[in-house]
C-alpha cells in the first residue's frame, strides 16, 4: 500500500515556466515532509523540506505548500530551467516513505 | 571521495546467481538503508540497520539478505537471482542527530537479472 502517492508521473515544462508536483499522505503520524531530486546516474539528494507546523517554505525558485488538513503537499518550481530536469520525489517521515516519482523535463 | 559508495555501479548477472552489492560510507552515520527503484514505483525499503548488531526489514525484503560489516559497510545479497530483481539499487545513510531528512545517498547500483 503506497502512503505517499505523487503526481503526476512526468512533466514537460517551458523554460521560465512553473512547475507543479503534488503529493498526497495518509498517515497522521507523518511529521516530516522533504523532496528530494535525482538526476541520471547519480541518488536522490534533499531538495527542500517542510514540517506541518508550517502551510509554506521556500528556497530560491523552489516553494512546498502544504496543506496539513488535506494531508496534501507540492512542489513549486518557479522559473523553470532546463538544468531542473530530473526526478523529484516527495516522503514523508515517519520512516521514510518516498512517492512514485515525477520526471521533469525542462524545454529550453 | 563520495560520502556513500556503492559497488559495482553496473552489474549483468543469470537467473540463479548469486549476487551481492557493496555500500561503503565515510559519514560516520550509525543508520543506513537499502533501497530499490522502479519506474513509477518509487523508492522502496528493503532492509536498514540502525547499528551493527541491527537489522530489520523493510517492506519487500523477500529474496535479499543482507550484513553489516562494520558501521561503514552494509551489503545487500540476492541469494538466487531472478529477472524481477532488475531495478537499481541505493544505499543510504542517515544521522538522526541531524532530523529526519539527513539522509545521503550512493550513486547507485543498476542490476540485470537475464
Known amino acids: 500500500q503506497q502512503q505517499v502517492k505523487q503526481s503526476p508521473q512526468s512533466l514537460i515544462v517551458q523554460k521560465g515556466g512553473i512547475s507543479i508536483i503534488n503529493c498526497a499522505y495518509e498517515?497522521?503520524?507523518?511529521?516530516?515532509f522533504p523532496w528530494y531530486q535525482q538526476f541520471p546516474g547519480k541518488g536522490p539528494a534533499l531538495l527542500i523540506a517542510?514540517?506541518?507546523?508550517?502551510s509554506e517554505k521556500k528556497e530560491g525558485r523552489f516553494t512546498i505548500s502544504f496543506n496539513k488538513s488535506a494531508k496534501q503537499f507540492s512542489l513549486h518550481i518557479m522559473d523553470s530551467q532546463p538544468g531542473d530536469s530530473a526526478t523529484y520525489f516527495c516522503?514523508?517521515?515517519?520512516?521514510?516513505?518516498f512517492g512514485e516519482g515525477t520526471q521533469l523535463t525542462v524545454n529550453p | 571521495d563520495a560520502d556513500v559508495t556503492q559497488t559495482p555501479r553496473n552489474r549483468i548477472t543469470k537467473t540463479g546467481k548469486r549476487i551481492m552489492l557493496e555500500c561503503s560510507q565515510t559519514?560516520?552515520?550509525?543508520?543506513m538503508y537499502w533501497y530499490r527503484q522502479d519506474p513509477g514505483l518509487g523508492l522502496r525499503l528493503i532492509y536498514y540497520?540502525?547499528?551493527?548488531?541491527?537489522?530489520n526489514k523493510g517492506e519487500i525484503s523477500d529474496g535479499y539478505s543482507v550484513s553489516r560489516q562494520a558501521q561503514a559497510k552494509f551489503s545487500l545479497s540476492l541469494e538466487s537471482a531472478i529477472p524481477n530483481q532488475t531495478a537499481l539499487y541505493f544505499c543510504?545513510?542517515?544521522?538522526?542527530?541531524?532530523?529526519?531528512?539527513?539522509?545521503?545517498f550512493g550513486s547507485g547500483t543498476r542490476l540485470t537479472v537475464v
Open positions: 498517515n497522521t503520524a507523518f511529521d516530516y
Open positions: 559519514k560516520g552515520h550509525d543508520r
Open positions: 516522503a514523508a517521515w515517519g520512516g521514510l516513505t
Open positions: 517542510i514540517r506541518p507546523d508550517v
Open positions: 543510504a545513510t542517515s544521522d538522526p542527530r541531524t532530523g529526519s531528512g539527513g539522509y545521503t
Open positions: 540497520s540502525f547499528d551493527v548488531k541491527d537489522i
